[in-house]
């Protein structure tokens, strides 16, 4: 246990949580956003002697991400945006920027299964694929809304085009990857060589609605 970073089992599950702000100055670029030295040798170490059968890594925004949404200024602070289309090309086959890549291939040497993240607002589940468009393993998890259509980022165009606007269910960049702008939780419930991922519902307006699954999605053991 490192404070600010730490890892459990839960069952059959490794738990992974990385601090992806403390070591990050408060005006980041791609270049410069860093889990720090010590974090990401513990990281990399973690998952090569994990023997979990399913691995999930929990953080704030991604190692990187996308700061050119200009509604945040040129560098978008420290809030590194954008999860599978975060990349050189802005496609869910390119390379990460930055320590993203880094950890993404870490992922996938060790066999980890998913990474799970906030702060784009709308529910985006998706796998980010290789550079030859074949399955990476590697799922990428967006949790629920905090603000969504009625926050000021959601009139810049590459949210939009990431996200769910049109309440369709789908992402409208790639209709592979599901989502949703409901309120709600995930809930994760291991199966036999499988991940049922589930997003459930919570409406303070309206109860009746507390409750029901909105979407659903396997995430397989990686073997």
């Known amino acids: 246990d490192k404070g600010t970073y730490y890892a459990f ?26 889990l720090g030295a010590e974090q990401m040798s513990w990281f990399e170490d973690l998952l090569e002697s994990s023997d979990a059968d399913y691995q999930l890594v929990f953080f704030e925004h991604l190692i990187g991400g996308e700061p050119s949404w200009t509604i945040f200024g040129p560098t978008n ?41 906030g702060n784009d607002h709308v529910v985006t589940v998706g796998e980010k694929l290789n550079a030859d468009g074949t399955p990476s393993g590697v799922h990428h998890i967006i949790g629920g809304r905090a603000g969504g259509v009625g926050a000021p980022w959601s ?4 949210y939009q085009e990431e996200m769910d606007f049109d309440n369709n269910g789908l992402a409208e960049y790639l209709t592979e990857i599901t989502g949703t702008k409901k309120t709600g939780f995930f809930k994760i419930t291991v199966q036999e060589n499988q991940l049922l991922l589930e997003y459930v519902q919570t409406n303070i307006n309206n109860p009746a609605n507390n409750g029901e699954v909105v979407m659903s999605y396997i995430i397989p053991k990686v073997v």
């Open 155 to 158: 009139s810049v165009p590459e």
């Open 9 to 34: 089992e839960a069952g059959s599950v490794l738990i992974v949580v990385l601090d992806v702000l403390s070591y990050t100055p408060s005006t980041a670029t791609v270049d410069n956003w860093t």
């Open 77 to 117: 602070g420290i809030k590194g945006r954008g999860s599978l289309k975060a990349t050189v090309d802005d496609t869910i086959m390119g390379d990460y920027k930055g320590e993203q890549r880094i950890v993404q291939e870490l992922m996938v040497q060790n066999k980890g299964e998913a990474f799970l993240s």
